[in-house]
């Protein structure tokens, strides 16, 4: 018996056994194909011209959908991540020098960062009904805190939503009850 192995959603490669491998090398290739495009077409020393490009035409490619795939394998999050970091040496003509300090240099945050960013926000709007996602499964407490569900593996507890209960959890009281998303 043959089934589909993985299936693409509006831009997201979900595979049967939900592992994000394919995913992830589709969209790290399409990246690095992106940025070697920009080193071949943008012959420049200019470093804003050759952000702007890279933030343009790169960073939409790794950062699209974020919020749902979640990498807690290291090879994973080091492959994607080798990305910004490729990029970085490009935008500041550096070759050699320390790629921590050009990313800290280019007010670039790791994936990790944003997506702990955008994870709350995400559960902010499914939970003040600005996206029309169904989260009649989670419990608040007091506080407007919630219950985090118990994962018995290690895909669950990375998923969204337990990810996302866990960060919004930790947030300030303010922020949470905020009607909006604070800017």
């Known amino acids: 018996m043959s089934g589909v192995v993985c299936a693409k959603y509006i831009g997201v490669t979900i595979s049967s056994n939900l592992n994000w491998s394919y995913h992830i ?4 290739n399409k990246a690095k194909n992106s940025l070697t495009f920009i080193r071949r077409n943008v012959k420049t020393q200019n470093k804003q ?7 343009t035409y790169v960073c939409p490619q790794v950062e699209y959908c974020l919020t749902i795939w979640h990498l807690w394998q290291k090879h994973l999050t080091h492959r994607i991540e080798m990305v910004p970091r490729s990029a970085a040496r490009y ?9 921590t300090n050009m990313l800290r240099e280019l007010k670039c945050s790791t994936l990790v960062q944003h997506r702990n960013q955008a994870s709350p926000t995400m559960l902010h709007k499914i939970h003040n009904k600005q996206v029309n996602v169904d989260h009649s499964h989670l419990t608040t ?10 994962s018995k593996t290690n895909h669950h507890m990375n998923s969204f939503f ?5 960060l919004w959890n930790e947030l300030q009281t303010e922020i949470k009850d905020a009607p909006t998303v604070p800017a």
């Open 49 to 55: 011209l050759k952000e702007a490009a890279y933030r």
């Open 91 to 99: 935008v500041q003509n550096h070759y050699t020098s320390s790629v």
């Open 25 to 28: 090398n589709t969209i790290t």
């Open 141 to 150: 407490t007091q506080n407007n805190k919630f219950l985090i569900p118990h």
């Open 162 to 166: 337990p990810r996302a209960l866990r």
